[in-house]
């Protein structure tokens, strides 16, 4: 965790998120909790990077499990587009470590405190961590049982990440998917909490583990969740291991290790039998009774989504304590937001994530609740009175159909919310169209190179509102099921489409489809991207004609604009060609990656990457700590201190400028 505070937990760009008269839209769990100002969220960072140091180091135990526990979930709760499974592990374990003798062995207050120096730890100390640790793996796998795990729907395209090549050279990709990483997902959650408590299984089970967790660093952006779980394989061992490992140190380091000798009884341990004095004290009984309740809440909480249903989307509850992990993926292919003025009717559309630093909020009702009352306060300050807020979420989770996930119809700021009743304005999942897929999936392998699609579902009553950009110049609309009725707003026409028919779209310009059959319609864009796959073409040329004029099979001289191609300078007064640029930055950004593919790169990309972020933290804290002590300097010199620790070495490189992407679709 002390690695992890300037990292996930937003140390190394805190002043972004908190940065002082930021107009910016939050979501916390509770209403009144609110960030403090910046230095002083720097003061609490620090007291929970020295919570998590002096817990490491077993230095003032008690004092550092307080201070590590209380500013995180102070962060935790402050801000819900944050949560994640294993951000609320390390809750758990931060709080577990507080109520543990976890400063007995190898620590700072060993040292001082001969008591506790090289003592027992009671066996419940264990049991709470090992069966937390085991809730997670088998609970994980329990969600996974879902149909959308097993038909192999969750993950379909992470079989394409290269850590799966030598699955794929006996497998198809398709294999890879359902077998290796869903089938093997599922198997490894269930038993890995079994193979690890047994001792004639562990071995077997740390390999499995051990290997599935370092695929999971390299596939995941997950912080150090991989490495924490990595770290509680020991737990699962004997005790005496460490003791074990220190024994075969060499004797000089030995003597800096913590001691090989057998522990001494502690007064917290019940031994029985000969050693026993008198019979079990009240503080074990209430450490057994807690330890039996902590792990049937445990058991519960994930389970308990019928008491919260205002938290309840597609999914169960907010994302982070229910260990469904990975079982869900989303495609969001577009979000409206559209405000009226309450006086004058107005309307009006922002970008989506206006005031916002997440993009959380799409897919869950309380945050887009919270949200749209931020906006309502917010818009006033631009002239827009008494605002009105519609959100238009389209989203496709686990490879359905692209669809809305509220009404569009609804004023949010006005419409009921609550934590413990069903979300009135939240559109359900059309789980009946679920068997689509396998026939989403082979539409798209029938298509071109070229040719992409868009799967539509939408309820009846309401419309799609769509832009066909001028790069789409061949875009058509086929219906899939139902019955739709699309209108050419700037044609003024209306075409009516059934089942299995379609029409061609103009583009630049709207149209709208209106469902009008009885039941959800669904139906498909195909569009080639006519602007990209020419400018495809015109690279291809330029590298057809280099190779020519290398080879000597090009006999006609270049012209000047084209010189650049073969490494000469362009001559003076000739323009360089765009497209010649564009090829140039090309070549240029291609040999750049060849050049840094290499592990010992990648490595040296990594380190420095590190290096900076941690530097910035320190700097950055050291630079609040100071403010608050001495007041802040003048804005030119805070600036200039600012800079110095946002420097990133002289040898950051500016990234090119984009060449611009093929669009992914139509616009909605």
């Known amino acids: 965790m002390a ?16 940065l002082d008269g930021l107009e910016v839209c939050r979501f916390p769990l509770l209403p009144f909790l609110a960030p403090l100002p910046l230095d002083w969220m720097y003061l609490l960072y620090t007291v929970m990077f020295l ?8 230095c003032c135990y008690r004092l550092s499990c307080v201070a590590f526990l209380c500013p995180y979930w ?5 801000d819900k587009t944050s949560w994640n499974n294993h951000s609320y592990l390390y809750g758990l374990l931060g709080f577990q470590l507080a109520l543990l003798g976890a400063d007995r062995y190898g620590s700072v207050d060993g040292l001082f405190r001969p008591q506790k120096r090289n003592a027992h730890v009671p066996l419940w100390n264990y049991a709470l961590l090992r069966a937390q640790v085991f809730i997670v793996y088998f609970i994980a796998g329990l969600k996974k049982l879902d149909a959308d795990w097993v038909g192999g729907f969750s993950m379909g395209t992470l079989a394409r990440h290269w850590l799966f090549a ?25 038993s890995a909490g079994f193979l690890l408590f047994f001792d004639a299984t562990r071995p077997l089970a740390l390999v499995f583990v051990t290997y599935f967790h370092c695929m999971n660093s390299q596939l995941f952006s997950i912080g150090m969740f991989s490495y924490t779980m990595l ?9 005496e291991w460490p003791r074990g490992l220190v024994a075969r140190c060499p004797p000089r380091l030995q003597a800096w290790l913590p001691s090989t000798e057998p522990p001494q009884p502690s007064p917290d341990c019940h031994y029985g039998g000969r050693r026993a004095r008198g019979g079990l004290r009240p503080r074990q009984h209430l450490a057994a009774a807690f330890t039996i309740l902590y792990v049937l809440e445990q058991l519960f909480l994930p389970y308990s989504h019928f008491i919260t249903q205002g938290y309840n989307n597609w999914t169960n509850g907010l994302y982070g304590y229910s260990w469904d992990m990975m079982v869900h993926s989303r495609f969001h292919q577009h979000v409206k937001i559209t405000y009226r003025d309450g006086l004058t009717g107005e309307v009006g559309y922002l970008k989506p994530g206006a005031f916002t630093q997440s993009r959380r909020w799409r897919d869950h009702a309380d945050m887009l609740k919270q949200y749209s009352a931020c906006l309502s306060r917010l818009l006033p300050r631009y002239n827009v009175s008494q605002p009105q807020i519609y959100f238009d979420v ?26 413990w009743t069903p979300t009135p304005w939240l559109l359900p999942l059309l789980v009946d169209l679920s068997p689509w897929r396998q026939r989403l999936q082979e539409l798209e392998a029938q298509l071109d190179g070229h040719t992409d699609t868009v799967f539509i579902a939408d309820f009846p009553g309401l419309h799609l509102e769509n832009f066909v950009s001028e790069d789409l110049g061949n875009t058509s609309l086929r219906v899939l099921k139902g019955q739709v009725l699309v209108e050419l707003v700037e044609q003024q026409q209306n075409h009516s489409l059934q089942e299995g028919q379609g029409m061609q779209l103009p583009a630049g310009q709207y149209h709208k ?15 080639v991207n006519t602007t990209a796959m020419e400018l495809e073409q015109n690279l291809t040329r330029l590298r057809e004609l280099r190779e020519r004029v290398r080879n000597g099979t090009e006999q006609a001289p270049l012209p000047p604009e084209l010189r650049p191609l073969l490494g000469e300078p ?30 010992a790169q990648r490595l040296r990309r990594f380190l420095r990457r590190k290096f900076f972020l941690f530097r910035r933290s320190a700097l950055m804290t050291m630079i609040a700590l100071r403010n608050l002590a001495l007041g802040r300097p003048a804005p030119e010199r805070l600036a200039q201190e600012v800079a110095f620790a946002s420097w990133r070495g002289e040898e950051e490189e500016a990234r090119p400028e984009s060449d611009g992407g093929a669009p992914r679709g139509p616009e909605l």
């Open 3 to 18: 690695l992890d505070v300037p990292q996930e937990r937003g140390l190394g760009h805190l002043d972004q998120r908190y």
């Open 394 to 419: 389209w989203v496709s989770i686990n490879e359905r159909f692209q669809q809305r996930l509220v009404d569009p119809r609804v004023d949010l700021v006005r419409a009921p919310w609550s934590p």
């Open 513 to 527: 489809v209106h469902t009008v059959s009885p039941e959800p319609s669904c139906y498909m864009y195909l569009y």
């Open 166 to 190: 030598p699955f794929r050279l006996v497998l198809s990709e398709e294999l890879t998917s359902r077998l290796v990483v869903h089938g093997g997902g599922l198997v490894l959650d269930l």
């Open 570 to 599: 362009l001559p003076a007064g000739a323009p360089l060609d765009p497209l010649v640029s564009l090829f140039l930055r090309r070549e240029q950004r291609q040999q750049r990656r060849e050049r840094e593919s290499s592990l």
């Open 74 to 78: 102070y962060l935790l709760l402050l």
């Open 231 to 239: 770290a509680t394989n020991g737990l699962f061992c004997r005790p």
């Open 51 to 58: 919570g998590a140091l002096g817990i490491m180091l077993g």
